[in-house]
């Protein structure tokens, strides 16, 4: 069963979110700020991180940064899923630190963005 | 009036008037021996040097008497005629200042000539006068002469007077308005060189007036690109060659003598004197500054709004979808109606809020056009893919054609699968079944030329002129799709706009609809904007 770690403070989208993937059959395990999200992430070593971007204490993008600093972190999967359009500064951020999605929530189903994680596991594992 | 007296002048006694008379010139010989003529002639010199509006002295060339004086002179300077005859020049008061009196004189003897251009003369009353005085000497038969003739210029000089301070007080004026203005205002002849330099031109560079006056405006003032920080000066010759109003385009920095970069914005006119011929241009520009931080600080406020709006509509969307994937049981037919009504409404939302955060960008003109080398029929093809449920749907039949010639083109895909996304699906939304869907890319001279016509429902002739408006929607079209956001073809527009392209369209009840694109081929401009387009 593959472990999923979802990162965002708004409870109601959590929720949805948390919902559908247990449903689907993975492992949820949440935090609801990037500095948590950290913690949990050194602690648990998610499969794949959805990471939503405006947070507080730390938002999604410094989150991102350091969790690429540690030898682990650098090879995690993330998809970021967030309702905040990029801008200069994030494109260039995320040419650097490599999440392998950049969804809009607005704009995708859950039935989507759960594609798009299944596509990520799967890459993933055939390069194992 | 004066007389150009010629060499030899007869002394003559006529009913114990002295006079001199001056020869005639050499077209009218006068038979000395015939008094009757020579008395007659007598009389209309007399008469002339009596009746002159200008003032006549003779004096004589040796002693400096004064031999005699006309009316107008007595009358000018307020003495009377024996006050005059037999003094000296300088002995009458009139010629105040006697040593420059005598000193003249004695030019007079060398020179055989003086002239005052201006001189300042009192009457006897006190008044100034300003007279032009000239002086003469000659021989008369084995006598020397000095004539001078004496001009009152007083009036004349008052008005130009008037007329020169008339000029000064505008010219200060006009340098307090120049002074005053709060934009850098310089200007230059048509060689470029400045003539002009306003004090806030001096403060916004940190040069001073002194140092750049008469030089070439490209050693005063250094405009840069922000781009590549490369000099940027072509603006005011474009005005001064091509006699327009140039922009200077946007992201331009001033370099300050200091080093330090302004961004600014502009503008250069060409100068045009009164037969309408350009004779320099001038430029105005100010900081933008503080502008720039509005516009960043709106584009972040439009980005942060838009996450607010989308935050909960993302919820309802969720989980109205898990209800409707039935993952959390069974819905009855109203439930599940009810649940797709909300579903609905909620992606009407998201479409709008999208919609927006376009609209905004592109009022802001902060969004990126990123042109690549794109293969036109490639997008159009992809777009028209996505479609195609719809198409099936409706049994609409689509014609495309493709003018070969056209392989690569620089331009923003995006942009474009916008441009190809929105003229297509309206044209499936407002046809009705088995009605027709054409698609054409030509080239025609330096442009590509996009059509998509169908057998739609046109676009009413009242509501034609209307219907690139932001949120207009027409009312047929209403009727078919309540929801649409009235957005589309306003964004359409000024993407196309914002590329230097052109949009129009013919539509009628009984044909249909056809839209015409035309894009430069010479490709997108590139602009560094902020965001990309949703």
């Known amino acids: 069963m593959a472990k999923i770690l979802i990162i965002d403070d708004e409870p109601m989208l959590l929720g949805a979110l948390v919902d559908k993937f247990t449903r689907a059959g993975f492992k949820v395990v949440t935090a609801k700020d990037g500095k948590l999200g950290l913690k949990s992430a050194f602690k648990s070593r998610p499969d794949l991180i959805l990471l939503d971007i405006i947070m507080p204490v730390m938002d999604g993008m410094t989150m991102m940064h350091e969790l690429r600093k540690d030898a682990w972190g650098k090879k995690a999967s993330i998809i970021i899923l967030t309702n905040y359009d990029t801008n200069d500064t994030q494109l260039a951020q995320i040419l650097t630190d490599q999440p392998s999605y950049y969804l809009i929530k607005a704009n995708s189903s859950l039935e989507e963005i759960l594609e798009k994680v299944q596509e990520v596991l799967e890459s993933k594992g055939d390069t194992r | 009036m004066t007389f150009i007296y010629n060499h030899v002048s007869t002394k003559y006694s006529v009913n114990n008037f002295v006079v001199y008379r001056p020869t005639m010139s050499q077209n009218e010989p006068i038979d000395a021996n015939n008094k009757e003529q020579l008395i007659a002639s007598e009389l209309r010199y007399r008469r002339l040097f009596e009746t002159a509006q200008d003032g006549v002295l003779l004096v004589d060339f040796n002693t400096g008497m004064i031999l005699d004086v006309n009316p107008f002179l007595v009358n000018l300077l307020g003495y009377s005629k024996d006050d005059f005859l037999e003094k000296h020049l300088w002995e009458v008061g009139v010629f105040k200042d006697i040593a420059a009196s005598k000193d003249h004189f004695f030019t007079l003897h060398k020179e055989g000539y003086v002239r005052f251009e201006d001189l300042p003369l009192e009457t006897k009353t006190g008044r100034k006068i300003n007279v032009e005085f000239v002086s003469n000497a000659y021989d008369v038969g084995n006598i020397k002469v000095i004539q001078c003739n004496i001009r009152d210029i007083t009036d004349r000089k008052k008005v130009e007077q008037l007329a020169i301070d008339k000029v000064n007080e505008i010219k200060t004026r006009d ?279 169908d057998t739609g429902i046109a676009i009413p002739v009242s509501q034609q002129k209307d219907v690139f408006g932001k949120l207009f929607r027409a009312d047929n079209a209403r009727k078919v799709d309540p929801d649409g956001s009235g957005l589309g073809l306003y964004i359409v527009k000024e993407i196309i706009n914002y590329v230097g392209g052109k949009v129009w369209f013919e539509s009628s009840e009984r044909k249909g609809t056809t839209f015409h694109v035309s894009l430069p081929l010479s490709g997108m401009l590139k602009e560094t904007g902020g965001k990309e387009l949703v």
């Open chain 2, 175 to 453: 340098e307090a308005i120049l002074n005053s203005i709060g934009d850098a205002v310089f200007a230059c002849d048509q060689n470029g060189d400045l003539f002009l330099f306003n004090r806030m031109a001096e403060e916004m560079t940190g040069i001073s007036l002194k140092e750049v006056i008469g030089c070439h405006y490209s050693q005063a003032v250094t405009f840069i690109r922000e781009s590549d920080g490369k000099p940027c000066n072509d603006f005011v010759a474009e005005a001064i060659n091509d006699n327009k109003i140039t922009k200077m385009t946007n992201h331009i920095l001033l370099v300050r003598k200091d080093g330090r970069k302004i961004p600014i914005a502009d503008s250069a006119a060409p100068i045009k004197n009164v037969k309408d011929e350009i004779v320099g241009c001038v430029v105005v520009f100010h900081d933008v500054t503080k502008e720039r931080q509005i516009d960043k600080a709106k584009t972040e406020f439009v980005s942060l709004a838009s996450h607010q709006l989308r935050t909960p509509l993302s919820t309802i969307n969720w989980y109205v979808e898990m209800l409707l994937s039935l993952d959390v049981g069974r819905l009855t037919p109203k439930q599940r109606q009810y649940s797709r009504e909300v579903y609905h409404a909620s992606q009407r939302m998201v479409s709008l809020v999208n919609a927006l955060l376009n609209v905004s960008r592109l009022e802001l003109g902060t969004f990126a056009v990123e042109p690549e080398l794109v293969d036109i029929t490639k997008i159009a093809k992809s777009c028209l893919k996505d479609l195609k449920p719809q198409i099936l749907k409706k049994k609409l039949i689509v014609s495309e054609r493709y003018d070969g010639g056209i392989s690569l083109v620089k331009v923003d895909p995006k942009l474009l699968a916008i441009i190809f996304q929105n003229f297509l699906s309206n044209s499936v939304k407002y046809t009705k079944s088995g009605g027709k869907i054409g698609l054409t890319i030509n080239k025609e001279k330096d442009n590509v030329l996009i059509e998509v016509s």
